[in-house]
């Protein structure tokens, strides 16, 4: 069973950035098929970015030309650069794997990140 592990979160202030960072344990790993999900007090959780399962990366519109997923399969991570941050992308952020039947594994954590105006 896979284990996932997020962190990198913290406070910024708009216009900043963070590089949050997933670690998965437990079994095999692959980086595609991953995804950033993130989910605000009050609202539900969102997929933010993903890799498809052939290796290319799909994001929100909400996100979009800030956010950029990249992964290492030799470090079984998958990681989320977060430029040019809002108060609105305030939240905590999950990695999971996307499926068509929505995120598969057991939720980590999380990470928190809160972005100041």
């Known amino acids: 069973q896979v284990q996932l592990v997020e962190s990198g979160g913290g406070l910024v202030q708009a216009g900043g950035s963070l590089r949050l960072s997933c670690v998965a344990s437990?079994?095999?790993?692959?980086?595609?098929?991953m995804g950033w999900y993130r989910q605000a007090p009050g609202n539900q959780r969102e997929l933010v970015a993903r890799?498809?399962?052939?290796?290319?990366?799909i994001y929100a519109d909400s996100v979009k030309g800030r956010f950029t997923i990249s992964g290492d399969n030799a470090k079984n991570t998958v990681d989320l650069q977060m430029n040019s941050l809002k108060p609105e992308d305030t939240a905590v952020y999950y990695c999971?794997?996307?499926?068509?039947?929505?995120?598969?594994?057991?939720w980590g954590q999380g990470t928190q990140v809160t972005v100041s105006s």
């Open positions: 437990g079994s095999r790993f692959s980086i595609n098929g």
């Open positions: 999971n794997r996307v499926t068509a039947f929505g995120p598969i594994l057991p």
């Open positions: 890799i498809t399962s052939d290796g290319r990366t």
